[in-house]
């Protein structure tokens, strides 16, 4: 394991901002699956050997939330959560994203957090598919709150977690140490079977499409439910994250919330001016005639 661990030291170091304080640690722990999750679980167990975890999860299996909350609507509970008959966190009735707020700005709101760890998700969160994790979400809102975060998930095809939470560990313990850059989060996906080591990568594509709508029944009023089945997409672009990972490579690929395609600002300066519509006169006011 050391050839990776080296590989993934250099990364850190050569594109951190200012480290983060000594121990003890302050993490939070959260996830897409639900509280009751296993990787979750995992997760929880081997970061505390690093400081002190909080766990504040969804309530229910919030899978493919992306990054929406429900600042709009307010979240109907949380409340806090038993585990094999041990306090284990809060369960929040609301997205990946809302554990973050809830967790950092009200249920804690006295203590900042040292870092953010979202996962460990039953399932890879890999190139444009990432988009739509609920675990990647909740990452991308912490590093929105100026604290360090990391998603992390795992292949289908791996049951147990404990591997996978051990890797996590080992690349929390570089983050703590080294930082990241502001607004820069980290998705690390681990793969199934024997691992080959480690790669840091670009986003790559790979994609969750819309394979078709089956319908779920239709009601008296004319309205038909639909069910969304989706296939995977994938193009095999060189030295990004989803070749690698299919080659038995985990993968870390920085995030940022800035998503500018800076490249093309350039190009877009070069279209020919945009004449915008002359804003129409309002209409004069009508004078008071006299009596």
């Not at 909080?54 to 409340?79: C, E, L, M």
């Not at 983050?175 to 996906?189: A, K």
């Not at 995977?232 to 994250?241: L, P, V, Y």
Request: hydrophobic share 40%; net charge negative.
């Amino acid at each position: 394991m050391r050839h990776w661990a080296l590989a993934l030291l250099c990364f850190i170091g050569s594109a951190a901002a200012e480290p983060a304080k000594e121990r003890p640690y302050r993490i939070l722990v959260t996830n897409d699956d639900g509280i009751e999750a296993p990787g979750i679980a995992a997760l929880a167990t081997a970061l505390k050997e690093l400081g002190e975890v909080v766990v504040v999860a969804p309530k229910t299996d919030q899978s493919g939330r992306a990054h929406s909350t429900s600042i709009a609507t307010g979240i109907a509970s949380v409340a806090p959560f038993m585990r094999d008959g041990v306090r284990f966190g809060h369960a929040v009735d609301g997205t990946p994203a809302d554990c973050v707020l809830v967790a950092i700005y009200w249920l804690h709101g006295g203590g900042k957090f040292d870092l953010v760890v979202s996962g460990i998700n039953y399932g890879a969160n890999l190139g444009a598919a990432s988009l739509y994790s609920g675990t990647v979400g909740a990452a991308l809102e912490g590093s929105l709150a100026g604290v360090p975060a990391i998603a992390v998930s795992q292949d289908h095809k791996r049951k147990d977690y404990t591997r996978s939470a051990t890797i996590a560990a080992g690349i929390v313990e570089r983050v703590l140490q080294q930082g990241l850059p502001q607004y820069t989060f980290l998705n690390v996906n681990i793969p199934g079977g024997e691992l080959k080591g480690v790669k840091v990568a670009p986003m790559g594509y790979s994609n969750q499409a819309l394979d078709r709508f089956e319908p779920m029944g239709g009601a008296s009023d004319g309205s038909t439910g639909l069910k969304i089945k989706l296939k995977r997409e994938t193009q095999q672009i060189s030295e990004t994250d989803t070749p690698f990972y299919m080659d038995g490579y985990v993968t870390i690929t920085p995030l940022q919330a800035d998503w500018t395609a800076h490249q093309d600002i350039k190009v877009l300066k070069k279209w020919p001016p945009l004449e915008l519509p002359v804003e129409p006169e309002a209409p004069a006011a009508q004078q008071a005639t006299p009596h």
